[in-house]
């Protein structure tokens, strides 16, 4: 079964400082991966998805990832980070089983704080 | 384009009441899918739709949970006999089945069960 690991639950960054958000994944095959944003109050936002080719991937909001095969990773970088920042980012992985269901499976998520 | 939209965005019941949420999922897209998140967690997969046809259903979703799309528009889920595990908010999220992985959320529904 396939399943995403954030490790980091809480992180604190200085507006205005760079971010790297880890997302390591179990899957038996080169998966979809995926980060969102949630916001107090707030759906799920897509922020990037890789599913093949270049292994550097830009987003929205100045975010990009690099999916490392080697390392069954998928960090989310940005190179300055802005108050309006501040959320919960969740990595993800899909699809859910060979089946050809397409449900994806989550990370526990990442609660990212923004210092003044 | 207006989104998915859920409703309704709160609700608060007692042990034992039968809730219904609604999921309206963007116009055009023919997937459907339904999580479950619950405080300091990721969404959990609990089942999905193309058009009106339920294809997959995660263990999560226990014989007190049943989820219909019957003209493959709307959706509801429902939940009977209700317990407080059952206290979490609840997401629906769409797409395109021609667009692989790109699930659109909506804001969800959160149940309190008292």
């Known amino acids: 079964a396939q399943s995403v690991t954030q490790p980091d639950i809480h992180i604190t960054v200085s507006e205005g400082a760079s971010l790297e958000l880890r997302c390591n994944y179990s899957?038996?095959?080169?998966?979809?991966l995926f980060w969102y944003v949630q916001s107090p109050g707030q759906g799920l936002q897509l922020l990037l998805k890789?599913?093949?080719?270049?292994?550097l991937v830009q987003g929205i909001k100045g975010f990009e990832a690099e999916f490392k095969r080697s390392q069954s990773s998928f960090n989310l970088r940005k190179p300055s980070v802005h108050w309006s920042d501040a959320a919960e980012y969740f990595c993800?992985?899909?699809?859910?089983?060979?089946?050809?269901?397409?449900?994806?499976?989550f990370g526990k998520g990442t609660h990212l704080i923004i210092q003044p | 384009d207006t989104g998915v939209s859920q409703n309704p965005r709160h609700k608060i019941t007692k042990r034992g009441q039968n809730v219904t949420f609604r999921c309206d999922p963007i116009s055009e897209h023919n997937r459907l899918y339904w999580y479950r998140q619950t405080l300091g967690q990721g969404p959990e997969f609990l089942t999905y739709f193309q058009n009106e046809a339920q294809l997959e259903k995660s263990r999560l979703l226990s014989d007190r949970f049943s989820a219909e799309r019957p003209k493959g528009s709307f959706s509801t889920l429902e939940i009977q006999r209700t317990e407080q595990g059952d206290s979490a908010m609840y997401l629906c999220?769409?797409?395109?089945?021609?667009?692989?992985?790109?699930?659109?959320f909506g804001p969800g529904t959160r149940l309190t069960v008292t």
């Open positions: 993800a992985v899909g699809p859910l089983s060979g089946g050809g269901a397409d449900g994806l499976t």
């Open positions: 999220a769409s797409r395109d089945s021609g667009r692989a992985g790109e699930q659109y």
């Open positions: 890789y599913f093949s080719g270049d292994t």
């Open positions: 899957y038996g095959a080169t998966p979809y």
